[in-house]
């Protein structure tokens, strides 16, 4: 009964207030979906990629091979900071749309969206995980956007995962400013120091010795991520891992 009354009652909601596509904005079958022509224009990530960063391969690099434990040759050069990432789509004109809206338009209601590919994204990792923590705004980017996209998926990804989430254990102590167009050097410069972690805040969560996924809505350089891992890693984090919903491919 209670059952059939749920359904009733999303019937009706769907009748005003139909679903739609997290992208173009049209109609859809069910919520948090993209049509098929939006869904055709996102390039998703799979094998074979960085065992690293995550950085996709072509298909021909190997032969036969699954490319599971190749690492990408900026990995070879140095490795990261980070222990592994990953990402679930190619940063490009569609997927930077998603992104744009969920970051600067108050489209809250793409959590569960691009929390879905993110979680995707990180089979194998989640299982492993003991505590997940978002890549903070400084306050006074926060007060000014409202919300802390990174922290809006950290949050959905707790829900979905059952592991843990803190959003006040690592924070940024000092207001950099904006990285777009900025090369790799400078992108390093700017957030070197600018992150540090709540020590208080770290036994509560139990920081030492576990293992962190970090999110974050774009990987670029992986200087903000790298940034965070020290931080983390000098609090005594074992192994961190980055997960975001999508990352640059040069």
Known sequence: MIGWARTVATMGINAILPPRCGGCGDVTDTTHAVCADCWAGLRFISAPQCA???????????????????????????????????????????????????????????????????????????????????????????????YNQSGLLAAKLSRMTGVHWDGLVLRRARNTRSLGGLGPSSRKREVGGAFEVDEVQAVKCNLAGARVVLIDDVLTTGATANACVRALKRSGAMHVSVITVARVVR
Not at 111 to 128: D, H, M, N, S
Not at 129 to 139: G, K, M
């Open 52 to 146: 690293c960063c995550g950085y996709p391969f072509e298909l021909d690099v190997f032969d036969g091979g699954d490319g599971e434990q190749m690492l990408c040759a900026a990995c070879l050069q140095k490795k990261p900071a980070f222990d592994q990432a990953r990402a679930a789509l190619v940063y490009d004109d569609h997927s930077r749309e998603y992104l744009l809206r969920f970051k600067h338009a108050d489209r809250g209601d793409l959590t569960p969206l691009l929390a879905r590919w993110v979680y995707q994204a990180g089979k194998g990792i989640w299982e492993q995980a003991d505590l997940i923590v978002p890549v903070p705004l400084h306050r006074k980017r926060l007060l000014k956007r409202r």
